[in-house]
């Protein structure tokens, strides 16, 4: 009988199929992936090339919501199964060897987390895609460079035979030394320098790069695009599912990337001033101290405000009507986030004399009747009896501003139509 490497169905019952994976001149037989029937569910158990574990920790592999397809970043190997494509192979193993996760769970829509005691790691498209577009553009340009130097060495050994390479700049090259920079203008050596400013001679002498009508077309050509990435971010948390601790955090992150939305967000000119501020409220026994989610600026008057965020998937109003067919009550989520707000600015405004006068910033921030914003839920879910209520609890909520995401994203766009009108 020949020999046989591949995968073949051991068990084929109403509910899952479980593969197993044969290599007979090897004398490997090892359980490789269970594909559920009723769930959109596939179950993958990496295997080393020889047979074993693949990795020190991790077990399996847990795909969810993709319809039988894999998403972006993972492939099917012939003698690995399931599995991170080369990309992503530096994240696989940093996990492997740097946390004790044994089960990476790779649902679409759900939640981007490291559950530590439960040895879980969750991930979601969207992280996959991030991971996979940052590490392809490195490796690309680590492939044209070695490339490059192969040529021109070979190039140096069989000069008649071999012509010399001409070097070409290698797409999103510089994007990413950018994105390794430091803020300092010292950490550039002489070469760095000369390197920049050559780079900026040519393209003065062969374009218009350099003039003040280009540069302000090319900035705002770059404003449009960097909006347009900002929103398909922002339309990619959107449509997440799972509420919880961490869509919080990953709002928090996204809004601390794109500070400039805080402008929209208080329409004025304002600036990120502190992230997670801790605004006061210890007792004597240094307990109940009270941290804000953004602490926010006016850069002109240096006036401080209060910003507290929740998810898109918070609810606003109970479910059920409390009177008749058109009254509701405001969920506790919304009514607690607003005394939250409201206690951390009373508790900021009571201690602002000691804080200031302890930060390193004197003098930089006032509180004079600093607003409260609170950002949670979306109008999308609400039915018109639910809106109906919610602005009438809104517009007489006259301390804290509530905004919901969908209109934040609503501003977002008319910012991005205006742009484009330009």
């Known amino acids: 009988m020949a020999d046989f490497k591949g ?8 509910t899952k199929q479980v593969m197993y994976y044969h290599d007979t001149a090897n004398g490997i037989k090892q359980l490789s992936s269970e594909i559920y029937k009723k769930t959109d569910q596939i179950i993958h158990y990496p295997r080393g090339f020889e047979g074993g574990e693949k990795y020190k920790t991790i077990k399996k592999f847990i795909y969810k919501g993709f319809k039988g397809k894999l998403p972006v970043g993972v492939i099917k190997s012939v003698n690995f199964g399931y599995g991170f ?35 879980k790691l969750y991930l979601n498209e969207v992280a996959l895609e991030t991971l996979q577009n940052a590490f392809s553009a490195i490796f690309k340009k680590n492939k044209d460079e070695v490339d490059f130097v192969l040529k021109t060495n070979l190039h140096s050994l069989f000069p008649l035979q071999i012509g010399k390479p001409s070097k070409t700049y290698i797409e999103n090259a510089l994007a990413t030394s950018l994105a390794s920079w430091g803020n300092k203008i010292e950490e550039f050596s002489d070469a760095d320098k000369n390197s920049i400013k050559d780079l900026f001679d040519k393209l003065s002498l062969t374009t218009d790069f350099l003039t003040k009508d280009a540069l302000a077309k090319t900035k705002e050509i770059v404003d449009v695009k960097y909006i347009q990435e900002t929103l398909k971010i922002f339309k990619e948390l959107m449509r997440l599912k799972t509420d919880g601790e961490s869509l919080e955090k990953q709002w928090q992150e996204f809004l601390k990337n794109n500070s400039w939305i805080f402008s929209s967000i208080f329409a004025q000119p304002v600036i990120l001033y502190k992230r997670e501020a801790y ?21 002109l008057s240096d006036n401080v405000s209060f910003l507290e965020i929740k998810t898109h998937k918070t609810k606003l109003l109970e479910n059920s009507a409390y009177r008749g067919e058109d009254v509701y009550s405001a969920t506790k989520d919304l009514t607690g986030c607003i005394v939250q707000v409201l206690n951390q600015r009373d508790n900021f405004q009571k201690e602002f004399y000691a804080t200031k006068g302890k930060s390193k910033d004197k003098g930089n921030f006032e509180t004079l009747n600093s607003r409260c914003v609170v950002l949670i839920g979306s109008t999308k879910d609400l039915d018109e009896n639910q809106k109906f209520s919610f602005e009438l609890f809104r517009s007489n909520s006259r301390d804290v501003e509530i905004l919901t995401f969908d209109e934040l994203q609503t501003k977002i766009e008319s910012l991005q139509k205006v742009m484009t009108k330009k």
């Open 7 to 14: 995968e073949k169905v051991e068990r084929d019952s109403a």
């Open 85 to 119: 494509t080369k990309t992503l192979n530096p994240f696989g193993y940093f996990l492997n060897e740097n946390y004790d996760i044994a089960e990476v769970i790779i649902e679409k829509g759900g939640r981007i987390d490291i559950d530590t005691t439960n040895k």
């Open 279 to 299: 605004v006061g409220g210890k007792t004597i026994d240094n307990k109940n101290g009270k941290f804000n989610d953004f602490l926010i600026k006016n850069s």
